[in-house]
Structures are given as C-alpha cells and as structure tokens.
C-alpha cells in the first residue's frame, strides 16, 4: 500500500465491495481497501494496482492512510460482523470521521450504531445500495440516511459513483437515524412483489399452453407501455435464453425454490408491527417460503386434486387483461410500501419525501421503471397522501383496469393456478375502497368470547355485552 492520503477505504471485500471501490476510483477518488488477511479475495491485489487501489491487512493502516476527516465505507455482512468491524476500527477512529455502513443492515441496528458513534463525535451514515454487482460497479441507487453532518462530508464520492436518470444522481439524504436502511427495506419489499408478479403473469401464461419464447414477446411488448421496467425487461430476455445442454428454455431447467436474505421478510414483519397492510409484500415473501418446500410440494401433488379442467379463454385471449391486472397489483404493491413509509416517517420524526425516494429509484436499482416518474407526480401534486391509489392519475388506472383484474385473478382461481400476489393486491384495493367491512362482526366476536368492548356508530364510548352464550 502506497504512503499516500487516500480519499476513503473500503471496508470488505466481497463483490460489492470489491466493485464499488473500482467505481470510485474510476470517479478519481483515491481509494484504501481493506479485507482480512484469510478472507482476502483472490486475484483482487492485481486489480487493484492496476486501477490505483491501494490494499491492506491491517486497519491501523488503513486509518493512517486517510485524509482527515477519514471517511470509511463498510460492505460486510449485516448483524454482528458489522458490529466486529466497527469494535475494530473505533481506536483508530477521529472525531469527525465518517462511518458508512453500505450492506443491508436492520434498521434498528443503524440507529444504535449512529447513536454510539456520535457519543463519540463519530459520524454514522447507513446507506442502502442497490442495483446488484453490476449496478455497484458501473452505478447503485444509494439511499441515505443517518448523521446529515456525515451525509455532507461523503456526498461529493456517493453523488459520483450513483447512476444517473436524466442527468441527476440516484444518490440523497432521506432522514436521519434509520431512515436509508429503512426506505432500501421497503425498496426490497416493493421488489419482492414486482418480482411475484411477474412470475405469476409468466405462469398464468405457461400453464395455459403458451411458450416461453411468445411470453417473451409479450413482456416485451408490455415494456413499451406502462409496466416499462428493469425486471420487465431482463424477464423477457430470460425466457429467450436457452440451455446449452438440453436445447430448452433456460427457465425450464432451473429448480423451482426461490431463496431469499430476509429484507422482504423485515418490510413484512415492520409492516405488522406498525400496523400497516402490506399484504401483496407479504404474500410474496411466503411464496418464495412455500417454493422452498420442494419435496413437500411433490408429494401433494400425487394427494390434493386440482380442479380437472383448464377453462377459459385462448392464452392469447388473456394477454390484455393479465396486462391490466399486472399493472394494477404493481400499483397497489407500491402504495403499500409507501404506507409504510408514511408510518415509520411519522413514528420516527424522519420527514420523508416519498416523491424524492422515488426518484432515487430511477437508475441503477432492481424496481427502476418509467412507473416511478407517476409516483413523483402524485405526491408533488399532494405531499401530503395517505394512499397512492388516491392520486387522480392512479385512481383512473386502476378503474380502468379493473376488469380485466377480476377476469384473470378469477380464471386463475378456476384453473387452480396460485396467483397469491394478485390476489392479494385486489383485496386490498377492494378492502381500502370498502366504506364497510366485516370487522363489526368480529369486534364482537371478541367482546362475546374475551370482554374485549366495542364501540358503536352512534355514540361515543366503549361498551360490553353481556352475550351469555
């Protein structure tokens, strides 16, 4: 490592580290890594002599070789190793420093951390990175939060490094404490849901005969319109790809268990907490939970019968209206995540601006889409809706595509194909426009059984029955 100041060190690593310090140094900052001596990647040492990245074992090093304030980013994995490294560095550390965690931490791990470290005169900044190996290399999204003293001390390198969408960095300061890991959550949450989705437009598509090659025509088509989309437009690439071996479409070859890391589980498990409904969310976490349950599934489809017959229209008969409800279930699943972030702003005084997350959302991220300049649109003329599906332009949207929703999630009931996420997102819409719902009945329910009270239309108060059932 050269005896030089270097600008910031990379803490970790892995690929996303790995890229991310090659992104900054191509932006000419000078950048110090470091990795532990067992963990070193293999190969990294050449490259980065080649691109000017200076590497070390050792963190007393690596803070001596940084410019005052020091500015370091972790990329290690979330939970306890971030805590290590952080007990590591600490008796090199300045006040003034900067500390920027970039994995996927909880976001109540980043509020206890920013709150240790400024005991210390430490600046604390937990920022969500998003957009994948590729996007960490050539430009994320990045998600801010935390210390706004730190934010104006790394935003030159961030703003640098983030991808651009008309001209502007997907890179901001969204609110103190937890506020950047909170909103990358939500970010993981909405994407678990597009991601369904689209699966379940593909398989509502396959099994009613159509192949892979024309649903690939389809989305592609589909991605000229209103569901124009990063994950629109790499699903019709993958159902063109084909396996080499067998001369198949990739996709049929591959195992049919989703894994996941867990973020759109905590967007679920915040959600319940905060009392939230954000089932299309939800339902996309359990999904990928029931996928997994592979051997379990083959032995019920040899028991549980399905309905028998596969009624209904020719497949191409069904594009139109899959279309609508596709568009329709993406809109509700992103008026539940920013619900979401509604709550936790008004629960942690974060003052978020959900018109100016969603413009951080236009480059480099997994949910990038021309859908995201609408979301802008909405809250800029409305800063203050409660529900996405209340903006005029989305109300309209969703009238509109409101038959051909019913139409597809109903033939998918008949046909015995899971569309949880569809589902699930009409639901709600029909439970959110619903004046009326059934929970009179269950309120007393609980007052007839537990003495739990209710209230009355008509007048003010709790009261109890004395059911004696």
């Given at each position: 490592?050269?005896?030089?100041?270097?600008d910031?060190?990379?803490?970790?690593l892995?690929?996303?580290?790995?890229n991310?310090?090659?992104?900054?140094?191509r932006?000419g900052?000078?950048?110090?890594?470091?990795n532990?001596?067992e963990?070193?990647?293999?190969?990294?040492?050449a490259?980065a002599e080649?691109?000017?990245?200076?590497?070390?074992?050792?963190?007393?090093?690596?803070?001596?070789?940084?410019?005052?304030p020091?500015r370091?980013?972790?990329?290690?994995?979330?939970?306890g190793?971030?805590?290590a490294?952080?007990?590591g560095?600490?008796?090199?550390?300045?006040?003034?420093?900067?500390v920027?965690?970039?994995g996927?931490?909880f976001?109540q791990?980043?509020?206890?951390?920013?709150?240790?470290?400024?005991?210390?005169?430490?600046?604390?900044?937990?920022?969500?990175?998003?957009?994948?190996?590729?996007?960490?290399?050539?430009?994320?999204?990045?998600?801010a939060?935390?210390?706004r003293?730190?934010?104006?001390?790394?935003?030159?390198?961030?703003?640098?490094?983030?991808?651009?969408a008309?001209g502007?960095?997907?890179?901001?300061?969204?609110?103190?404490?937890g506020?950047?890991?909170?909103?990358?959550?939500?970010?993981n949450?909405?994407?678990?849901?597009?991601?369904?989705?689209?699966?379940?437009?593909?398989?509502?598509l396959?099994?009613?005969?159509m192949?892979?090659?024309?649903?690939?025509?389809?989305?592609?088509?589909?991605?000229w319109?209103?569901?124009?989309?990063?994950?629109?437009?790499?699903?019709?690439?993958?159902?063109?790809?084909?396996?080499p071996?067998?001369?198949?479409?990739?996709?049929?070859?591959?195992?049919?268990?989703?894994?996941q890391?867990?973020?759109?589980m905590?967007?679920?498990r915040?959600?319940?907490?905060?009392?939230?409904?954000?089932?299309?969310?939800?339902?996309?976490?359990?999904?990928?939970?029931?996928?997994?349950?592979k051997?379990?599934?083959?032995?019920?489809?040899?028991?549980?019968?399905?309905?028998?017959?596969k009624?209904?229209?020719?497949?191409?008969?069904?594009?139109?209206a899959?279309?609508?409800?596709?568009?329709?279930?993406?809109?509700?699943?992103?008026?539940?995540?920013?619900?979401?972030?509604?709550?936790?702003?008004?629960?942690?005084?974060?003052?978020?601006?959900?018109?100016?997350?969603?413009?951080?959302w236009?480059?480099?991220?997994?949910?990038?889409?021309?859908f995201?300049?609408?979301?802008?649109?909405?809250?800029?003329?409305?800063?203050d809706?409660?529900?996405?599906?209340?903006?005029?332009?989305?109300?309209?949207?969703?009238?509109?595509?409101?038959?051909?929703?019913?139409?597809?999630?109903a033939?998918?009931?008949?046909?015995?194909?899971?569309?949880?996420?569809?589902?699930?997102?009409?639901?709600?819409?029909?439970?959110?426009?619903s004046?009326?719902?059934?929970?009179?009945?269950?309120q007393?329910?609980?007052?007839?059984?537990?003495?739990?009270?209710?209230?009355?239309?008509?007048?003010?108060?709790?009261?109890?029955?004395?059911?004696?059932?």
């Amino acid at each position: 490592m050269e005896t030089k100041a270097y600008d910031i060190a990379m803490v970790g690593l892995g690929v996303m580290g790995q890229n991310l310090a090659r992104n900054m140094a191509r932006q000419g900052w000078h950048v110090a890594a470091y990795n532990r001596k067992e963990d070193m990647p293999a190969g990294f040492a050449a490259v980065a002599e080649a691109e000017g990245i200076g590497v070390t074992e050792d963190l007393a090093v690596l803070a001596a070789s940084l410019r005052r304030p020091r500015r370091l980013m972790l990329m290690v994995r979330a939970g306890g190793p971030v805590d290590a490294v952080l007990e590591g560095l600490l008796p090199y550390l300045e006040p003034g420093d900067v500390v920027i965690d970039g994995g996927n931490s909880f976001y109540q791990d980043t509020i206890r951390r920013e709150q240790a470290l400024d005991r210390r005169g430490v600046a604390f900044l937990g920022v969500g990175v998003s957009g994948g190996e590729e996007g960490a290399l050539w430009g994320p999204s990045l998600m801010a939060g935390g210390s706004r003293e730190g934010w104006e001390s790394a935003a030159p390198i961030l703003r640098s490094i983030a991808a651009r969408a008309e001209g502007e960095p997907c890179c901001g300061w969204v609110g103190p404490g937890g506020a950047g890991h909170f909103v990358k959550a939500v970010h993981n949450g909405i994407e678990y849901g597009d991601m369904q989705l689209i699966c379940e437009a593909y398989w509502v598509l396959r099994q009613a005969g159509m192949e892979e090659d024309a649903i690939a025509r389809v989305m592609e088509e589909w991605n000229w319109g209103a569901l124009d989309s990063y994950l629109m437009e790499i699903t019709a690439a993958i159902l063109r790809r084909k396996d080499p071996e067998t001369g198949l479409p990739l996709v049929r070859v591959i195992l049919d268990t989703a894994e996941q890391k867990g973020t759109g589980m905590w967007t679920s498990r915040e959600a319940l907490q905060m009392g939230v409904p954000a089932p299309t969310v939800a339902e996309a976490v359990f999904a990928r939970c029931l996928s997994a349950m592979k051997a379990e599934r083959q032995a019920a489809s040899r028991t549980l019968a399905g309905p028998g017959w596969k009624s209904g229209p020719d497949p191409m008969e069904r594009v139109e209206a899959l279309r609508q409800a596709l568009y329709a279930s993406k809109i509700c699943a992103y008026a539940q995540g920013f619900a979401l972030l509604r709550e936790a702003s008004h629960q942690y005084g974060w003052k978020l601006r959900p018109g100016e997350i969603a413009m951080l959302w236009r480059g480099g991220c997994i949910i990038r889409a021309r859908f995201l300049r609408e979301i802008k649109a909405a809250y800029d003329e409305n800063p203050d809706l409660e529900n996405l599906m209340l903006a005029p332009a989305f109300a309209q949207a969703l009238e509109q595509a409101q038959e051909g929703w019913r139409q597809s999630v109903a033939q998918g009931i008949l046909d015995g194909v899971p569309m949880p996420c569809m589902a699930s997102a009409l639901a709600y819409y029909d439970g959110y426009r619903s004046e009326t719902l059934p929970a009179h009945l269950l309120q007393a329910q609980r007052d007839c059984f537990g003495a739990h009270t209710y209230r009355r239309v008509d007048r003010e108060g709790s009261f109890h029955t004395a059911w004696g059932l």
